[in-house]
């Protein structure tokens, strides 16, 4: 992976990563909408043909991908192993304590989304953080692409 520009925070390696995209299979996907041209949907279809269980989060919807949609990450009552975010930085508001509630051990914000700050207070939090990655991208590079190695 080239060079992260963070000042105060780094992902995890390459191996941590793998090993956190093979054992955690259940995925709140927060701002899933139904429009197959969004960048939620086409990597929440992805996941779920490789095994993940995805919990829409969107207010606005009832269900999205076959999948019962949830108001918020909070209401959810599946276990929640990674929380994938989809929404702007300052949307993020919220995020950590509904993760916390849920259960979830990391928060996984989609490229463009870095907030070096809430990162840092997730930490605190006690959940891992992986920031301005696409999981989709990441699994193929770090999972699919080591099978084939």
């Known amino acids: 992976m080239d060079e992260e520009k963070f000042e ?3 992902n995890p390696t390459d191996e941590r990563l793998a090993e956190i995209l093979k054992t955690h299979k259940n995925v709140a996907v927060a701002g899933l909408t139904p429009k197959q041209e969004s960048p939620a949907n086409r990597i929440a279809r992805f996941l779920k043909r490789h095994g993940f269980r995805i919990y829409p989060v969107n207010p606005r919807y009832e269900s999205v991908l076959g999948e019962i949609a949830w108001p918020y990450i909070k209401d959810i009552t599946e276990p929640v192993d990674i929380v994938d975010v989809f929404r702007r930085p300052e949307h993020l508001g919220g995020v950590i ?41 990441e699994y193929e590079r770090v999972v699919l692409m080591r099978r084939v190695k």
């Open 97 to 137: 304590e509904d993760a916390v509630k849920v259960g979830a051990k990391v928060i996984w914000l989609q490229l463009g989304v870095i907030d070096e700050e809430f990162a840092a207070l997730a930490q605190e939090a006690g959940l891992e953080v992986i920031m301005d990655r696409c999981m989709k991208k």
């Open 8 to 10: 105060n925070f780094q």
